[in-house]
């Protein structure tokens, strides 16, 4: 006997929950073992893009079998046993075959992650059905506010579906390219509030009793006393402004507050070495993570990337940069200036580490669209040129890289000079 709607519309709501619980529950450690590979699963990607596609298309029209008169049981059935029996195990299976062995640890994250929030809308949108379909026969009625509930909720669903393609087209390399861009976004805009911070005005309201303390929930709010002051040799570097509200060098060795002078000192440091430590994202980008030309998706996903095994080290150091300078910033705000030196160290050695993994890693990028980029903003003109980005054709990164961290280590060795 062919199931009724309510049984299959709650069977499917089950169906959302069962596999959002499935993807929640972490992978044995070797999931697919020399044993089964004999029996090849099916290549994941196109597999994800195709079963997201078809996804697409039966909400479609589920939507608007929900919201049209008159509402007729029996097609909304066919649609959801479609759905049931091929399209959601399908998406949940392809998003389980991106193993992180073969597809990099956040690669499977986001794959599981992008999958459950499709299950999620699309929950939400059988729930909505469900609230419809109880009146039977011929006597349902929809009202205003559940056709602009479904159409909301389908909408969602289209952009899970949407969002589920475009991961799928973009693999693993432009995934994690796709996540360097947004780390690099991150830098700026650390380097732009870093840029407007002005230690003299701090300090002015730092003399204000009653502003004094109004500030330490937020990035540049007021700052404290140090425990431990760094010495008077960072105190000349201060520019003008600085030296005028600069305190003496007897102040500063007896633990009073830090100058302004050293402040600014400090500032224009970690701004010297941010503007080419920067540079190491959009030269990865271009010569470690742009996708090879004329590969089809579908044939590209057969095999695992040989890029594949770095990548999870790289994506790591990248995500940390943005992190230790909003550390060192953080410091520097708050007028420790031990702190904002160690943060400022551990910027740099990650920065070198992800050079390092990206050195180990081989070429797939085709570097034709040179690095442009790069040159945005430099304030080390003299030493920017010799970090410029690597040209096309023949692997120039690891030259570059070695180049590049020289650069990088003789300003953060002129912190001290």
Not at 30 to 40: G, I, M, R, T
Not at 46 to 72: D, E
Not at 173 to 180: E, N, P, S, T
Not at 373 to 396: L, N, R, T
Request: negative net charge; aromatic residues 6%.
């Amino acid at each position: 006997m062919p199931p009724t709607l309510p049984t299959l519309l709650e069977a499917t709501l089950k169906l959302t929950f069962q596999f959002t619980s499935t993807l929640s529950t972490p992978l044995p450690p070797q999931s697919l073992s020399d044993d089964n590979k004999k029996d090849k699963p099916p290549a994941p990607l196109p597999l994800l893009s195709t079963s997201a596609t078809a996804l697409k298309a039966q909400t479609t029209k589920l939507s608007l079998l929900a919201i049209n008169q008159p509402f007729t049981p029996s097609a909304v059935i066919t649609v959801l046993t479609a759905v049931n029996e091929t399209i959601l195990p399908s998406l949940v299976t392809a998003a389980l075959l991106t193993i992180p062995a073969e597809y990099t640890q956040a690669f499977h994250t986001e794959a599981e992650l992008l999958v459950k929030d499709v299950l999620r809308e699309f929950g939400s949108l059988i729930g909505i059905v469900k609230e419809i379909a109880r009146s039977d026969g011929q006597n349902v009625v929809v009202t205003e506010q559940q056709k602009a509930e479904v159409m909301s909720a389908t909408g969602r669903t289209f952009k899970g579906c949407e969002q589920l393609v475009t991961f799928a087209e973009e693999g693993v390399v432009g995934f994690v390219a796709g996540k360097a861009r947004q780390y690099l976004e991150l830098v700026r805009d650390g380097m732009r509030e870093l840029e407007e911070w002005d230690p003299e005005e701090e300090g002015d309201e730092g003399d204000d009793m009653f502003w004094g303390d109004g500030g330490d929930d937020g990035d540049d709010g007021g700052f404290g006393k140090l425990d431990k002051q760094e010495d008077e040799k960072g105190a000349g570097k201060g520019k003008g402004k600085g030296k005028a509200k600069a305190t003496s060098d007897d102040e500063d060795e007896d633990g009073g507050d830090v100058s302004i002078a050293t402040l600014s000192a400090e500032k224009s440091h970690l701004l010297r070495l941010l503007t080419p430590l920067s540079k190491i994202y959009p030269a990865i980008i271009t010569h470690r993570l742009k996708p090879k030309k004329n590969t089809p998706s579908s044939s590209k996903n057969e095999h695992p990337d040989p890029l594949t095994p770095h990548l999870d080290r790289l994506i790591q150091h990248l995500r940390d940069l943005p992190n230790l300078l909003d550390e060192a910033a953080g410091a520097l705000y708050d007028h420790d200036i031990e702190n904002a030196h160690t943060y400022t160290t551990k910027l740099c050695n990650c920065a070198f580490l992800a050079a390092k993994v990206a050195i180990g890693a081989p070429q797939v990028g085709t570097g034709d669209e040179g690095e442009n980029e790069e040159g945005k903003g430099d304030a080390e003109q003299e030493k920017g040129k010799k970090a410029a980005a690597p040209a096309a054709d023949e692997d120039k990164f690891p030259k570059w890289a070695e180049t590049w961290m020289k650069v990088v280590g003789e300003i953060a060795k002129s912190r001290a000079n």
